[in-house]
């Protein structure tokens, strides 16, 4: 588990004209339920389709067709819920949330206001070595998402796609405890790394399956101290929400924007106005949306066509009990078992599939040397490529023979990348390749002997200024690897140096 131990990070301040500012800023993110099926109806969630294709009578509120819930949503929100070591509730009720959608069909949204399945919980979000940020979460509750109006199609018409109406959704909703951009940005990062870990979110921004509205409003210094001491949001000030952001970049850039804006009004003897804004990245600005609704403005209502949802806690136990093993505990047992940096660490559990391809690699073999092979040489290359772990031309059995003739003295550590880069190429077992092209490292003493007197023979001005300063040997290593196609043992060459040249 992540060191208890660690500090905060510090509140952003930003200096105003007149006064000095921090950032409060709370995220309700939108997860798609990694499902097959949407929340209410047997109509596909494939991405892609063509436009009104996935769509069933539900769907598309035909007369008559009633929505029957889920239960592998259900499991998925259960699961996160765990994962976010937050309380389950054994009962949870559906709620209409009554707003024009010219998208939903209905004409309301299916969702949980009174009643969510989640409770609190939270997510650590590692800003650094010894520096995180413990960020609470208020709720996790299952909605039904909209679907998309097209607005520049034909000068004349809007049209709308129906395919992701009824989706499954997970709102996950924070507290107001992050206090930078980067930190916002961060703990969205985290939530998609644990919903990745746990298989209920692919968190594919980029097709809209993971989103984040971001609540901001600024406050003077030991204002927010204030409000974790009392519970009173009011010294918060008042927060504008920023909806739809599906871009770790844009967010940063939004909250920047937005608590400047704020400090503007402010200083300027105004008042902020609670809203809901959008933010335009060509402009690098937020724009007023709507002005803010509360939850009255909604008309909620208990859904009449779902029965409040009950669920067993052996069920939940279940489902408990499946967990893999999360992000954060990985990560320790990658320092603690393999010895690696938490810096190392890190970067190897960031992905669940990094993760496993490590620890295949690194299976009965020194682990900071597997480590510095998937992190230096295999990601690199598949960064200058543009291709993630899953693609990778290399197995994990392919890199790991690699290592293994390191370690036996077969072939040396320069060899050793000109090996990888064959395999990554052309593929292939890593013995047959050094067999087949002559690559195995010189381990012949006297063949290495042969080749360093050759080279001091040639070099006698240079022998004398090795004799006067030993750090000149290193040239002569040099020109034996060189000479013997890099194929001698370094450590040999280096010693046998040494020894002609008396030093």
């Known amino acids: 588990m992540l060191d208890l131990a660690y500090e905060a990070p510090k509140p952003k301040v930003i200096s105003g004209a007149k006064a000095e500012w921090e950032l409060v800023i709370g995220l309700e993110v939108h997860a798609q339920v990694a499902s097959n099926a949407k929340l209410f109806s047997g109509a596909s969630t494939a991405f892609g389709a063509e436009p009104n294709s996935n ?12 929505p029957v819930i889920n239960e592998f949503c259900v499991a998925q929100a259960v699961r996160t819920g765990l994962g976010l070591k937050a309380a389950i509730n054994l009962v949870s009720a559906f709620d209409r949330k009554n707003y024009f959608y010219p998208d939903l069909p209905q004409g309301y949204q299916i969702s949980q206001l009174y009643h969510p399945i989640v409770g609190e919980g939270e997510v650590i979000v590692d800003m650094g070595p010894g520096v995180a940020r413990r960020v609470r979460i208020e709720r996790i509750h299952l909605e039904q998402d909209a679907g998309k109006s097209i607005h520049d199609m034909d000068p004349a018409m809007s049209f709308v796609d129906l395919n992701r109406t009824g989706v499954a959704l997970m709102e996950i909703v924070s507290r107001p405890d992050l206090r930078g951009p980067e930190e916002a940005a961060a703990y969205v990062g985290k939530l998609r790394q ?20 971001v609540n901001v409003s600024v406050c003077r210094p030991g204002d927010y101290e204030k409000y974790r001491e009392t519970g009173d949001h009011s010294v918060l000030g008042t927060r504008c929400e920023i909806k739809n952001m599906n871009s770790m970049r844009f967010i940063q850039q939004a909250i920047e924007y937005e608590a400047r804006r704020q400090i503007a009004i402010l200083e300027d003897g105004g008042s902020i106005v609670q809203e809901t804004r ?17 939850a009255h403005d909604y008309r909620y209502f208990p859904c009449p066509d779902l029965l409040p949802l009950e669920i067993e806690q052996a069920w939940v136990d279940d489902i408990k009990a499946s967990l893999p093993e999360l992000p954060d505990e990985k990560k320790a047992r990658f320092v603690n078992d393999f010895g690696l940096t938490e810096y190392d660490a890190g970067v190897l559990t960031a992905d ?12 009965g073999r020194d682990g900071k040397t597997a480590a510095n092979w998937v992190i230096n040489e295999l990601f690199g290359r598949l960064k200058k490529d543009d291709r993630d772990i899953t693609g990778s031309p290399v197995s994990p059995d392919q890199l790991g023979k690699i290592i293994d003739l390191i370690t036996s003295g077969d072939i040396s550590g320069k060899i050793a990348k000109d090996l990888f880069e064959l395999v990554y190429v052309e593929g292939g077992d890593p013995a047959e390749i050094v067999e087949a092209r002559g690559m195995r490292q010189v381990t012949d003493l006297s063949a290495i002997e042969v080749a360093v007197d050759e080279i001091i023979a040639q070099n006698p001005a240079q022998v004398e200024k090795a004799k006067q300063n030993p750090k000149l040997a290193g040239w002569f290593v040099g020109q034996v690897m060189k000479a013997t196609g890099g194929k001698a043992n370094p450590q040999a060459v280096n010693e046998i140096v040494a020894r002609k040249l008396g030093v």
């Open 55 to 66: 769509v069933a009578f539900v769907d598309a509120a035909m007369p008559g067709m009633l």
């Open 194 to 213: 644990i919903m990745r870990y746990l298989g209920t979110c692919d968190g594919n921004m980029q097709n809209g399956n993971l989103r984040a509205d």
């Open 278 to 294: 959008l933010y335009d990245p060509d402009k690098g600005e937020t724009r007023s949306m709507r002005s803010k609704e509360e």
């Open 352 to 363: 669940v599939d990094s993760a496993a391809y490590f620890e295949s690699v690194a299976e």
